[in-house]
Nanobody, 122 residues
């Protein structure tokens, strides 16, 4: 059974950068469109970014467009989220997600990671 595992979260100052990674334990990410979501305390989980199976197509929420970049490395079986110009409002638990064949959406996710905490200080 495929398990998604996030890493790379931590504490960063406002204006700083961080790179999150998502790997598959017990399988491969190749059948899945992949995405990143986040959830802050008291708020709904929100879609941030997605990437197609081939990596040829990407999608971004308006709130992170121009600051975050999603990518994938098939050989390393890993999906990344490079985050820059981080602000305190970016503080949240960040989740990796997978969906068979296509990019995940808020209403269509087949696999979730456990989440990794990102805290941005001012």
């Amino acid at each position: 059974q495929v398990q998604l595992v996030e890493s790379g979260g931590g504490l960063v100052q406002a204006g700083g950068s961080l790179r999150l990674s998502c790997t598959a334990s017990g399988g491969t990410l190749s059948p899945f469109g992949m995405g990143w979501f986040r959830q802050a305390p008291g708020k709904e989980r929100e879609f941030l970014s997605g990437i197609s199976r081939s990596g040829g197509s990407t999608a971004y929420a308006d709130s992170v467009k121009g600051r975050f970049t999603i990518s994938r490395d098939v050989a390393k079986n890993t999906v990344y989220l490079q985050m820059s110009s981080l602000q305190p409002e970016d503080t949240a638990v960040y989740y990796c997600a997978g969906r068979w064949y296509v990019i995940p959406t808020n209403g269509a996710v087949d696999y979730w990671g456990q989440g990794t905490q990102v805290t941005v200080s001012s």
